[in-house]
């Protein structure tokens, strides 16, 4: 995609460890439209949180990024130097981290916390400096008074506001979130959520959004990536993955939630749990928790194939597949 | 309904519940000599869990949802108020054989199944303690085969009792958690947001034990949660709690197909698609609830969004319309149907 603002290429990450070399995150490769707004879905130890941070060249070891690119603006992320990524930093793209409390100085006033990140920047006046702190505040819906608080001093819902306003501060063309929400009660969610949606529109750059809640994936992102034990399982605009889930997993995650409307019916989540990283298997990753697993899914690992518009690691959407149920409707015409 | 000096299961009326708190309240001192404040945690609350009933607590963070649990749990004593247990006022419990009855009869299992075991033991360990402790009538043998029978009505394979809590998944610790709770044969399960530090595809899985062990083994649960969806999945009866005070309660289906207290209607405004959400809330940023030196008043007044003179100086009580309990001065009244039909 020559328009696309980012291209994730085959991302490898691995965490070098004594025991064993752990794949986090494996050959990944999506890109990004500059506006759109990316929802990346998964439990917990599926690399999510891995792959983001890759992306956005904020590993520590043991973490490393072992293949792939990121192509962000022309460049290839992964290999620019520590320098060249500060000058990138919060102003050509910027991370929200899940816990605002952890990512913002305790002992700092948000008011100097933003003026840190603008001076490493821009040669700014005491007054710009002032001027523009105080105009993303009131960007996401803070007082500017609160340039004075310091992060205690306020609710979680309004840190998270904060750390947003301080993503925002040069209006960067790309904004990574992870888990943003999730430390936040129902409604200040969806306040939180309805306000990036609001700038997102109003400023226009992209989002890539990670969660594990597929409520706010559902309601938010244009489209989605569902991943499962470090690879992409299916990727697919939002709507297509809600109404026909094509990967047995994405499936599953749909069907485990009970919702506050409608018909109430019996939820099966997903028995079993995810795979040792350690030892990955030769076949599909989740076979042994898929319902509809055929014989051949233990050892041949699926690719991505494009399905209808999406891309789906399954072997049911492979010939096999097609064989699998040839075969099944044929026994069940006969009885 | 609150001056009811002490609950009877005379003939004729309703049968007694299970657990029945009157006007419970629990306050925090705060700060030093010279700047006393008090939290006011959880205000005159009334609740009630019949037999085989699974009760939804449903609130915010800050709402004494979880200060409830801990009161009905034992591990704080209220401020003022009564818990009544089997119609037997809790604060008349002192010796330690009946405390350890109580808790047998009436568990906890905690939100945290990560740090609610001990590391250094075996799954095992733990059942059989509280086998010892608490099921007098079992010898060695027999007590094996009780922990093996619980292990396998929460739906864990006997051979996981060998294992030490690092080898389990979250999913597998908590079904040790209600395995735990039910080797002492109880009668209520306080459960404390039991699924939210879960993964999504196994949260199912214990929703349906819970469920399960209503139906199976005549548990009654006190189901506490900020996730109305899973609410209303398991629970025959709803209490929407805050600020420390029950805005609205009835049965799950009423309560939250028709909501009558503004809060609830917040709520359920926020989980719903924002094309079919309130248009009425759509502007509450969810900042928490003042519980520090309340004073009077409607406690939502600040983010309601039909408050009105009365609701600065008078607390609302609870009322009952139609099958719900509501705490609201407004609720029924006109003033808020224009905004449904809207």
Known sequence: ?335 | MTDQPEPTSAAGAEPQPLLQATALTKHFRLGGMFAKQTLHAVDNVDLEIREREIVALVGESGSGKSTIARLLARIYTPTSGDIYYRGRPLSRLRSRKDMNWYRGEVPMVFQDPFSAFNPVHRISHGLMRNLALHRHDLHGAERRREAERVSESVGLSTRLLSRFPHEMSGGERQRVGFAQALAMRPKLILADEPVSMLDVSIRAGILNLMVELRDREDVSLLYITHDLASARYVADRVVVMYAGQIAESGPTETVLSDPKHPYTRLLLSAVVDPRDADPEFAADTGEPPRVINPGEGCRFRWRCPFAVEICDTVTPLPRTIGTSEVACHLAGEPAMQVADEA
Not at chain 1, 228 to 239: F, K, M, R, S, V
């Open chain 1, 1 to 335: 995609m020559p328009d696309a603002l980012l291209d994730v290429n085959g991302l490898t990450i691995e965490y070098l460890t004594d025991a064993a070399d752990v794949r986090a995150v494996e050959d990944v490769s999506f890109s990004v439209a500059p506006g759109e707004f990316l929802g990346i879905v998964g439990e917990s130890g599926c690399g999510k949180s891995t792959m983001l941070f890759g992306i956005a060249q904020l590993l520590s070891p043991p973490g490393e990024v072992v293949a792939g690119q990121v192509i962000f603006r022309g460049k290839d992320m992964v290999r620019l130097s520590d320098g060249e990524l500060r000058h990138m930093r919060w102003r050509d793209y910027s991370v929200v981290m899940q816990s605002a409390m952890n990512a913002l100085n305790p002992m700092k006033s948000i008011g100097a916390q933003f003026k840190d990140a603008l001076q490493a920047h821009e040669r700014m006046s005491k007054a710009q400096v002032t001027e523009r702190s105080a105009e993303v505040l009131e960007l996401v819906g803070i007082d500017k008074a609160h340039l004075g608080s310091y992060p205690h001093q306020l609710s979680g819902g309004m840190r998270q506001r904060a750390m947003i306003a301080m993503a925002l501060l040069f209006t960067p063309q790309l904004v990574m979130m992870d888990e943003p929400t999730s430390a936040l009660d129902v409604v200040a969610q969806r306040s939180l959520m309805m306000k990036i949606r609001e700038l997102q529109t109003q400023l226009g750059f992209a989002v890539i959004f990670v969660t594990h809640d597929m409520h706010v994936v559902r309601r938010y992102s244009d489209r989605m990536l569902v991943m499962y034990a470090g690879e992409i399982a299916e990727a697919a605009p939002t709507d297509q993955i809600f109404e026909h889930p094509q990967h047995p997993y994405s499936k599953g995650l749909i069907d485990a939630f009970p919702a506050v409307t409608g018909p109430r019916r019996t939820l099966v989540g997903i028995p079993g749990s995810p795979p040792d990283l350690a030892q990955p298997s030769n076949g599909c990753r989740f076979q042994p928790r898929c319902p509809v697993a055929l014989d051949i899914c233990a050892d041949h690992k699926p690719e991505l194939y494009d399905v209808d518009g999406a891309q789906v690691r399954c072997l049911l959407y492979t010939e096999a597949g097609e064989l699998a149920e040839a075969s099944q409707s044929g026994v069940a015409s006969d009885d």
